[in-house]
């Protein structure tokens, strides 16, 4: 009975990670309609900024955050505002295979400057503390500190929606582009900062992903669908739905590969098809 | 106050307005009228914004704004109550209300005196846009605009799917706005209405001014030849 | 007032001249051409297959598909499956691999449809790695690291790759002739419609859902195919080389660049693919950095792709499957040109 107690806590910190893959691409999803196929390769693109910062200035990885963060900020305002709002407008597919290209292209210029080894980001041992429930449970002080991040961040989104200026702009600008222009909306600029935000968490959610576990060049694909199956299971419009989606993903995934260390992301991927057979809104959609 | 010159508008190859002139001054209430199709969204469109047009063809308190982003022609003192009101369903009503004031323009205008002006809309502040009914909702969409503190209110097409009494205690509140300063401009599908509540009028007629002058001035059989272009 | 369609263009006329001499000397090059021209055309073949039915789903029906290469994985192991377990003829079992990959797609169209636009994109990819894994996770399939296709070796080389050649070229004409014949007909103006409005087309009594299915199914066919074809030609296959979201990449950037929603366009997007393959493959893989560069581009600034451009520009159509109406049709004016479906 503890074994499965143990697969249970350990999936629900696996989904405060899922989560926060999750978050930045449930922001875009809101305001903008936008499904960023490079979601996945920029978080990895973020990992690889923060092993560079990390190496040529010695800070920790964690640190090194207050370099990456505002980086990867000013990442996402330029990349939105130099080339993705014009892929905005309508059709569906320009904004697809645009990101889907920036995807192939990221990966393959990741190849040529790092090359195809596994890297990691060192914590100096807190990634490897754990302390113990009883019962031969033991909770890693890393993973709870990612999970406390992920709702900490759900929770600053939430807010940042309902109560501020920016986040009446956000939804304003979801709901009818134009009008939101008539009321003194720029709605290029409102873009830029909702994928400047996503980023950010991006830079956030990739330092974690590179302490918990190696990253290479081409884990862009699986971590995007990893945050897609997320948001999709959690419902469209709600941060805590996100958060809700990853840890019900990451349970299943810890369920699944106890069952076989083959299964893991198999059970994900079947938990995500059995959600859009059977509630295909998802559990905590937010209707608009 | 605001003035277009020999203003053009196209859609792709197609020409919708073809070389409009009209004026609007502080205070004034003026009524554009014309059959659909005539002209009347696209010029509103020009002007704040929302269609590409020659610089110099609109001019607002002395500056060439034509062609300017929409978001920077709110920031210059235009609003508009949008046709068909464009609530956002998302947010509340105060939260529209509030939404309006984006720009922080200086003004009279604040959330309590919106609420003065339409106190139906005080008890419903918290629910969302989408509860409220026709008359409601476009008291809303005034108040939304009103809290931007425009110089030159623009209403478009506010008669329609209401009730003749809803119309009736929506265009009552105008004059009180206007009583601030603030220039109106209303694009009205009812002409009568819009001759009895403007003082001035332009007639569209297949992208041009037919016909233009004060609203008491003008005739039934005028207006009529100039509306269907006879 | 008496009126003529008309189809046919100049452009088309010599086209089918020019297309004539050069089917009757690719029908023929296993005669005069070498073993590895036979292996590229048959891969140059299935991509070319892949990208009209990547285009017939996309640039015609309106469905974006990030997971196509679900149905060219499972062709590719139906065909493995029915030879060496069922004994069946391996090249009898290029268009059964095309039959069952259609016949998958209808439940799994099911799940999938569940989604719309790009969350539908993503979903189709996420199926994809579940018959990935699947088959990943099944040790008679030969597991992760695949299995070779031992019903071929009765077979002497030269007859394997003449046939597989010959398929292949069948296939790629098939698939570019049944895209053509399927735009024509009235099928065509109803996906047409369906791409530019769906409501609209609706509202004409076109069932939409039904046609998407249909085009679906279709283009899961044509992949089946296409990946029976292609691990035919390598007699060898893996669940992530068959499965690989790659091929997806490499056929959205050939029919993006080449012009989507053309016939022509994912022909010369296979060309510029195999030229840009060839020129830079000493640099690894930064022709992938390129192509995908120059899909970002084109998508930005020819959304219609090289061949669309052209069109537009010089009212090219070497495939006409527009209907222009002379009005002219007696007095023999110049036409008045009034196209009636934009494809």
Not at chain 3, 89 to 98: D, I, K, Q, R, W
Request: net charge positive; with cysteine.
């Amino acid at each position: 009975m503890s074994g499965w107690l143990d697969t249970l806590i350990q999936g629900v910190l696996l989904g405060g990670l899922y989560a926060l893959f999750a978050i930045g691409l449930s922001l875009i999803f809101g305001v903008m309609r936008l499904v960023n196929i490079a979601h996945g390769d920029l978080i990895v693109l973020a990992a690889y900024l923060a092993l560079v910062v990390v190496d040529t200035t010695g800070l920790s990885p964690l640190a090194a955050l207050a370099i990456c963060v505002p980086a990867m900020f000013l990442l996402g305002y330029a990349l939105q505002r130099g080339l993705l709002n014009f892929t905005l407008g309508g059709d569906i597919l320009p904004p697809l295979l645009v990101t889907f290209g920036l995807s192939i292209i990221i990966q393959n210029a990741l190849l040529q400057g790092f090359s195809a080894d596994p890297r990691a980001l060192r914590l100096g041992g807190f990634e490897t503390g754990s302390f113990h429930l009883g019962a031969g449970i033991a909770v890693g002080y890393f993973p709870l500190l990612v999970l406390g991040v992920a709702v900490a961040l759900a929770f600053a989104l939430e807010m940042l929606f309902a109560r501020i200026p920016l986040g009446r702009a956000f939804r304003a600008t979801s709901d009818d582009p134009e009008a939101a222009q008539l009321m003194g909306v720029n709605d290029r600029h409102v873009y830029g900062l909702a994928m400047g935000i996503a980023l950010s968490i991006v830079a956030v959610a990739a330092v974690f992903y590179g302490i918990r576990t190696t990253f290479a060049p081409t884990d862009g694909p699986d971590r995007l669908l990893f945050a897609f199956e997320a948001v999709i299971i959690g419902g469209l419009g709600s941060f805590w739905g996100t958060l809700a989606g990853g840890i019900v993903l990451g349970v299943a995934q810890a369920v699944g590969f106890r069952l076989d260390p083959g299964w893991g992301v198999l059970t994900g991927h079947l938990a995500f098809l059995a959600v859009l057979l059977f509630r295909p809104t998802g559990l905590f959609p937010r209707t608009r | 106050m605001l003035s277009t010159h020999n203003l053009t508008a196209f859609y792709g190859d197609f020409q919708a307005l073809f070389g409009i002139d009209l004026e609007v001054s502080a205070g004034e209430i003026v009524a554009i009228i014309g059959a659909n199709g005539a002209g009347k969204s696209t010029l509103l469109k020009a002007i704040t914004g929302l269609v590409p047009t020659r610089s110099e063809a609109v001019r607002f308190m002395g500056e060439a704004i034509g062609g300017h982003a929409a978001h920077r022609i709110l920031s210059l003192g235009i609003a508009m109550v949008p046709e068909g009101r464009r609530l956002f369903p998302s947010l509340t009503v105060e939260e529209n209300l509030q939404l309006g004031a984006y720009r922080k323009r200086a003004g009279p205008w604040t959330l309590e005196r919106v609420y003065e002006l339409f106190p139906a809309l005080s008890e419903k502040r918290r629910v969302p846009s989408t509860a409220l009914s026709g008359g409601q909702q476009q008291m809303a969409a005034i108040g939304r605009a009103l809290m931007a503190n425009p110089k030159l209110l623009i209403c478009d097409e506010m008669s329609l799917g209401l009730a003749p009494i809803v119309i009736k205690s929506v265009y009552d509140v105008l004059p009180t706005v206007v009583t601030q300063g603030i220039a109106l401009l209303i694009v009205e599908q009812d002409v009568g209405l819009a001759m009895r509540v403007s003082q001035r009028v332009y007639c569209l007629q297949e992208g041009r001014v037919a016909l233009a002058g004060r609203s008491r001035d003008l005739g039934r059989e005028q207006v009529s030849a100039a509306y269907f272009g006879v | 007032m008496p009126f003529l369609v008309q189809r046919a263009t100049r452009a088309s006329r010599v086209g089918a001249a020019v297309a004539i001499p050069l089917l009757v000397a690719l029908v023929t090059l296993p005669w005069w051409g070498e073993s590895s021209w036979m292996r590229t055309f048959v891969e140059f073949a299935c991509l070319l297959t892949l990208a009209q039915m990547w285009n017939l789903l996309a640039g015609y029906g309106g469905v974006v598909s990030i997971g196509q290469q679900a149905f060219l994985g499972l062709g590719a192991y139906a065909l493995f499956v029915l030879a060496d377990h069922a004994g069946v003829n391996p090249f009898l079992c290029v268009p059964l691999a095309g039959l069952i990959a259609a016949l998958i797609a209808l439940p799994t169209s099911k799940v999938v449809f569940r989604l719309r636009g790009g969350y539908f994109a993503v979903g189709s990819w996420v199926v994809a790695e579940v018959y990935r894994l699947l088959i990943a996770n099944a040790s008679f399939l030969g597991g992760g690291s695949g299995k070779s296709l031992a019903a071929v070796r009765p077979f002497s080389k030269a007859l394997r790759e003449s046939v597989t050649f010959w398929m292949a070229l069948a296939a790629a004409v098939s698939a570019i002739g049944l895209t053509y014949l399927l735009l024509r007909s009235r099928h065509g103006l109803a996906l047409t419609a369906i791409r530019d409005s769906e409501r609209a087309a609706a509202s004409q009594g076109i069932d939409v859902d039904a046609t998407k299915l249909w085009v679906y199914l279709v283009s899961a066919g044509g992949c089946g195919v296409a990946g029976a074809l292609y691990y035919l030609n390598t007699v060898r296959v893996s669940p992530d080389a068959a499965f690989n979201v790659g091929w997806t990449a490499y056929v959205i950037f050939i029919v993006v660049i080449g012009g989507i929603g053309t016939i022509e366009g994912p022909i010369l997007g296979t060309l510029i693919f195999f030229l840009l393959r060839e020129t830079l493959a000493d640099y690894g893989s930064v022709y992938l950095i390129v192509l995908g560069a120059v899909a970002v581009l084109v998508m930005v600034k020819f959304p219609r792709g090289l061949w669309g451009y052209a069109q537009q520009r010089f009212d090219l159509r070497y495939f006409p499957v527009q209907r222009r109406v002379r009005l002219d049709a007696i007095a023999g004016d110049a036409p008045c040109k009034f196209d009636q479906v934009n494809t």
